[in-house]
């Protein structure tokens, strides 16, 4: 036992026994470094040593890019909630409650539509957190609502990434939001208007092998893995070792596969500057920074 215990009384006692939250610091997992949880979301959660960019959630992200924050939610279609009645450890439908009670959110991908530095922009953002950003119904059906809006508003389209790919748990039906999601992206090619994607840590799997790939115009955040399979396996595939940092933003754009890698502090003035740009917008009419 200690003093306080043995000699300060209770009700002195309880007020040095003060709780810090559990979120006050934040260890950095590539650094292990702690960060004072303010300082972090004052950085736009990137860890100011490392510069190792965190996860944001879907309203984080869109308060991020529209201007003064402000921005519409455009609401997705209902889906069928359990096309395979699919069951492991635990019911799909068990799943999807959880995940939706953890995020907030009805499924891995939300839709914002809102004004960057001026210009009219219609977004999505994928959520790892929700089931690890899997590609179902419901993200395919948000995916191409959020396309076919940017049509009928005539406005660009950008879409943040995440996801490890397919959702196992709806099978074919998770298929066919890949060749689903690309018909949308030739209908936006065909109204000409631009496609920017923002590949965040991971992007993998078939959102790889289908609408993350078929940009105008590719940006990735620092460090983000970017891939269809894993490095594991393809290293017992090919049965060689693979070069330092495969997979990785800096790695893809030093060989061709991805336009820029920018940090999330100078994303949302590269953004604005393309959508401009690809509007034709006049120079003088563009809202500075």
């Given amino acids: ?32 470094e702690l960060v004072f949880h303010k300082d972090l979301e004052a950085n736009l959660f990137v860890v100011p040593g490392s510069g190792y960019h ?29 096309p395979l009645k699919f069951r492991d450890v635990k019911r799909y439908t068990d799943r999807i409650k959880e995940y939706r009670t953890k995020t907030g959110n009805p499924d891995a991908v939300t839709l914002g539509f809102g004004k960057l530095q001026g210009l009219n922009v219609t977004a999505a953002v994928q959520d790892f957190d929700f089931l690890g950003g899997s590609l ?22 950008v879409i943040f990434t995440a996801s490890g790919g397919a959702r196992m748990q709806e099978g074919i039906f998770s298929l066919m939001q890949m060749p689903r999601t690309t018909i949308a992206v030739r209908r936006l090619r065909e109204a000409k208007l631009p496609y920017i994607v923002v590949l965040t840590n991971p992007t993998t799997g078939g959102v790889t092998a289908s609408y993350a790939m078929l940009g105008d115009v590719h940006i990735a ?15 017992q595939t090919i049965r060689e070792r693979l070069p330092e ?37 006049p120079p003088d009419t563009a809202v500075a920074a």
Avoid at 137 to 145: D, F, Q, S, V
Avoid at 221 to 235: L, M, Q, T, W
């Fill in 1 to 32: 036992m200690n003093w306080i215990a043995n000699v300060v009384p209770p009700r002195v006692r309880s007020l040095l026994r003060r709780e810090s939250p559990e979120n006050l610091w934040v260890k950095c997992p590539e650094s292990g």
């Fill in 54 to 82: 965190m996860r944001l959630s879907p309203k984080r992200r869109l308060d991020n890019l529209f201007d003064d924050a402000a921005w519409e939610q455009i609401a997705t279609p209902e889906v069928p909630f359990d």
């Fill in 136 to 157: 179902g119904m419901a993200a395919g059906e948000a995916i191409i609502t959020g396309m076919t809006t940017a049509i009928e508003r005539h406005t660009p389209f």
């Fill in 221 to 235: 955040e620092p460090g983000a893995v970017i891939g269809f399979a894993g490095a594991r396996v393809i290293e």
């Fill in 245 to 281: 940092g495969f997979q990785r933003a800096e790695y893809l754009e030093a060989h061709g596969m991805i336009d820029m890698v920018v940090r999330r502090q100078d994303m949302r003035a590269t953004l604005a500057r393309l959508c401009a740009l690809l509007m034709q917008r």
